[in-house]
C-alpha cells in the first residue's frame, strides 16, 4: 500500500482512487482510477468520449504536462460547416464532437510511472457501470434542465429518461453497455477504445449520424507530452497547462496582482481582481488557439494588452468538466482535469457502448479571420487547466476545478487564499464570484456574486463598472474544486468543493486505513 492523499468531485470515485493507493498504486494510478469512475457516475460532466489535460510531477521533481485533447474530424471543412449552420457551431449533435482524447490520456499518463495493471485501475469503474449505483444530486439536476437536448437523442433518451421519466436523486443508475465497453478496456487496455471492434462500434454509430471522423484518424490520435507553463509568483512556482488550454489566464492575473501590488484582491481590491478577469477572458477569446496552426506568443498572452470585445451577450461558460487531484507518499502528483464540455457534451450516447461524447468542437469559430477558427485536423481552444504549486522545489498544492471559462478565475481564488494561509476546506468552502457569462444572457461583463460573499466585497465589485448579478451561495457554476496541501511536517490536508458531490481521503501508508 501507498499512503497518499485524493480528492474529487464524487465520493465513489475519490473512494476508487484510494483503493489504488492502498492496493500499492501511486498518484497516477489514482487519478487514473478516479477519473474511470468519474466516467461512470458523473456523466454529465465527464465520459469516455470525453478530453482530458494533467499535470504529473514525478519524485524528482519534473513535471510533465500531457495533452490528451482531440482533433477536429480531417475530413471536415469550415465551409461545409458554415454551409450547415452559418455562423456558429450548434450547442450540441454530431457536428461538435472532435475526437475523443481522454480514454488513451490514461495510456499516456500510466506510461509515465503506474504500477498497477489495467484490472487494478478500471475495475471499479467497470462495477460501478454494471452494478450501479444511487445517482448523484448533481446529475439529477443536469438530467432535469437538460431534458430536451437528452431526450432528442435515441441512447440518451433510454439511460436518463427510461419511460419518459427524468431518473432522480437515489435512483439506481445501472449502464450495462459500457460496462461492457469496460470489460474491453480492463482486457485490452485504453488503446482498444481506438482500435478493433469497439472503435468500429462507436465511430460507426457517430458516422450513421453524420459525423466525418473516421477509424483510422480515431487509430492514429496520440496524446502529447511536453513542459508545463509556469511562473514564479509570490514566493511560489505555479504550474499549469500551455495552450491550446487557458493555463496562461491564471498565470497572467497573478503577476498582474503581484506587479501593480495589489493590496487585497479579494476584499477592498476586488474590482480590480475582476478587471483583471475581464482582461484575461478577452486575451483568450482573442488569442488562444491549436498551437500547431496558429502559434501565438506567450509572453503576448501573458502580458500583452487586452482586446476590446463586444458587449453583448457572448456564450455561457459551460463548465461540466470535472478536476482532480492526487498525491502520493513516494513523490508522485497528479493534477487531471478530465470534461465533456457542456452538461452531457453532444448530448449524443452512442447506445451499443454506452459511450457519451463531448461537444468540445463549440469552442472552434466558423470566422475564417480568427486564429481559432475551424480547420480539419485541429484541436479547439479550451478551458481545462490543471495547476501544481511548488514551494522552494517541493510540492505545496495540488488543485484542480470545474467552472468551463471561469475555471483560472476559481484558482485564483483558491490560491489567493491557500497562500493567505486557509486551509484546503476553508478556500474550497469559501463564497466566490467570477466574470464573464455563466448562462444564457450574460455578457462579458456580469459579475455573477454567490449572496453569501460578503458585503463589503459585493460593493466593490458593484462600484466597479461591471454588471452584478447574485446567485445562492455554493452554486454548481462557480465551480467543483479539489484541493490537497502537503504539510510542513509531513502528512496531508485535503478538501473537495462543497458545491459538488466530491470528497477527499488521506490514505495512510503505514497501515491502510484513511
Known amino acids: 500500500m501507498t499512503g497518499g492523499a485524493v480528492s474529487t468531485s464524487h465520493h465513489l470515485a475519490t473512494e476508487a482512487g484510494a483503493r489504488a493507493l492502498r492496493d500499492g498504486g501511486n498518484a497516477i494510478d489514482a487519478a487514473i482510477a478516479a477519473a474511470a469512475a468519474l466516467c461512470v457516475v458523473y456523466p454529465n460532466n465527464v465520459a469516455l468520449g470525453g478530453d482530458l489535460v494533467a499535470v504529473v510531477r514525478d519524485p524528482h521533481g ?42 488513451r490520456g ?12 489495467w484490472d487494478g485501475l478500471l475495475g471499479t469503474a467497470r462495477d460501478l457501470a454494471r452494478h450501479g449505483h444511487p445517482l448523484a444530486r448533481s446529475v439529477a439536476r443536469a438530467i432535469r434542465i437538460d431534458r430536451d437536448a437528452l431526450a432528442a437523442d ?32 480492463v482486457a485490452g487496455g485504453p488503446d482498444a477504445f481506438y482500435t478493433g471492434e469497439l ?42 497547462s500551455p495552450p491550446n488550454t487557458q493555463g496562461f489566464a491564471l498565470l497572467r492575473t497573478l503577476r498582474a496582482l503581484e506587479a501593480e501590488a495589489v493590496a487585497d484582491p479579494l476584499g477592498r481590491d476586488s474590482g480590480r481582481l475582476a478587471h483583471l478577469f475581464l482582461d484575461a477572458n478577452r486575451v483568450r477569446s482573442a488569442l488562444l488557439a491549436d498551437p500547431d496552426v496558429a502559434p501565438v506568443s506567450v509572453d503576448d498572452l501573458l502580458d500583452g494588452p487586452a482586446p476590446v470585445l463586444g458587449e453583448g451577450p457572448e456564450p455561457a461558460a459551460h463548465g461540466d468538466t470535472v478536476g482532480l487531484v492526487a498525491v502520493s507518499d513516494d513523490g508522485w502528483a497528479v493534477s487531471l482535469v478530465q470534461s465533456v464540455y457542456w452538461a452531457f457534451g453532444a448530448a449524443l450516447l452512442e447506445p451499443t457502448t454506452g459511450v457519451l461524447f463531448q461537444n468540445r468542437g463549440t469552442s472552434f469559430s466558423l470566422d475564417p479571420s480568427r486564429t481559432s477558427a475551424f480547420g480539419g485536423g485541429r484541436r479547439p481552444p479550451h478551458t481545462l487547466m490543471p495547476v501544481l504549486v511548488e514551494r522552494d522545489g517541493e510540492l505545496a498544492f495540488a488543485l484542480a476545478t470545474m467552472g468551463g471559462q471561469a475555471q483560472a478565475q476559481i484558482h485564483t481564488h483558491l490560491l489567493l487564499r491557500l497562500l493567505g494561509g486557509a486551509s484546503p476546506i476553508e478556500a474550497t468552502s469559501a463564497p466566490r464570484w467570477v466574470v464573464g457569462a455563466q448562462d444564457d444572457g450574460d455578457g462579458e461583463r456580469t459579475v455573477t456574486i454567490e449572496s453569501d460573499v460578503p458585503a463589503a466585497v459585493r460593493a466593490a465589485l458593484s462600484a466597479s463598472g461591471l454588471d452584478p448579478k447574485r446567485v445562492a ?28 458531490d466530491g470528497s477527499a481521503e488521506i490514505v495512510d501508508g503505514t497501515d491502510g486505513r484513511p
Do not use: K, M
Open 473 to 500: 451561495p455554493r452554486t454548481e457554476t462557480i465551480g467543483h474544486s479539489n484541493v490537497v496541501a502537503t504539510l510542513p511536517g509531513g502528512g496531508y490536508a485535503a478538501a473537495s468543493d462543497p458545491r459538488s
Open 199 to 240: 472503435a468500429a462500434s462507436w465511430v460507426g454509430g457517430l458516422r450513421d449520424r453524420g459525423s466525418r471522423i473516421e477509424l483510422d484518424e480515431v487509430a492514429g490520435y496520440c496524446p502529447t507530452v511536453s513542459e508545463p507553463l509556469s511562473a514564479h509568483i509570490a514566493g511560489v512556482d505555479v504550474i499549469t
Open 62 to 103: 519534473t513535471v510533465s504536462f500531457v495533452n490528451a485533447t482531440g482533433r477536429a474530424a480531417r475530413g471536415e471543412s469550415l465551409e461545409a460547416l458554415r454551409e450547415r449552420h452559418g455562423d456558429r457551431l450548434p450547442e450540441r449533435g454530431v457536428d461538435t464532437i472532435t475526437v475523443p482524447g481522454g480514454v
Open 106 to 117: 490514461w495510456t499516456t499518463l500510466a506510461s509515465l510511472g503506474a504500477r498497477l495493471g
Open 154 to 185: 435515441p441512447g440518451c433518451r433510454d439511460l436518463f429518461l427510461p419511460g419518459g421519466r427524468a431518473l432522480d436523486e437515489g435512483d439506481a443508475f445501472v449502464q450495462p453497455a459500457l460496462a461492457r465497453t469496460f470489460d474491453a478496456l
